[in-house]
């Protein structure tokens, strides 16, 4: 029987890495953003669809760098930033190495997982035997203990 992460230890990663990726979009976002409201006080049209453009163009960063930050780590490490600061991995159930393909897989799952705050993916996890969240389920992974 694998030595499973605890819950507050899978929390405290996930915050960890919210606020990492948070910071990096902040920077990101900020010469988007800055631009726009150099355009003058007054809003116009043309300021309003650099705007709405700016914001496109955010989110969209946002989502592939999501995607990229967790993919690359739990693919190469099975670690994220988060999860080595409190000492817990993702493995695969077959004991093989991690790959960037299942870390894909439990990644994309995150935006089931990750409705209101991740609280679908923590009743699954609490209901499962295994602690899997859906996304663990699909890639066939576990966060156990480093």
């Given amino acids: 029987m694998a030595d499973y992460a605890d819950v507050i230890n899978r929390i405290v990663a996930i915050i960890i890495d919210s606020v990492i990726l948070w910071v990096v979009m902040f920077v990101i976002s ?17 300021a309003a669809a650099q705007l709405a453009g700016a914001s496109m163009i955010v989110s969209i960063l946002g989502i ?41 897989v439990r990644t994309v799952l995150r935006v089931i997982d990750g409705i209101g705050f991740y609280i679908v993916g923590l009743i699954v996890l609490l209901a499962s035997k295994d602690k899997q969240r859906i996304g663990d389920m699909a890639a066939k992974t576990l966060v156990v203990k480093d």
């Avoid at 999501?66 to 409190?86: D, H, R």
């Fill in 30 to 46: 900020l010469p988007l953003g800055m631009g726009t409201m150099m355009m003058g006080s007054v809003m116009n049209p043309m």
């Fill in 64 to 104: 592939l760098i999501g995607l990229g930050y967790f993919v690359y780590f739990e693919g190469t490490t099975g670690q994220t930033i988060g999860k080595k600061i409190v000492n817990i991995k993702v493995v695969r159930e077959d004991g093989k190495p991690m790959d960037y393909m299942t870390a894909l």
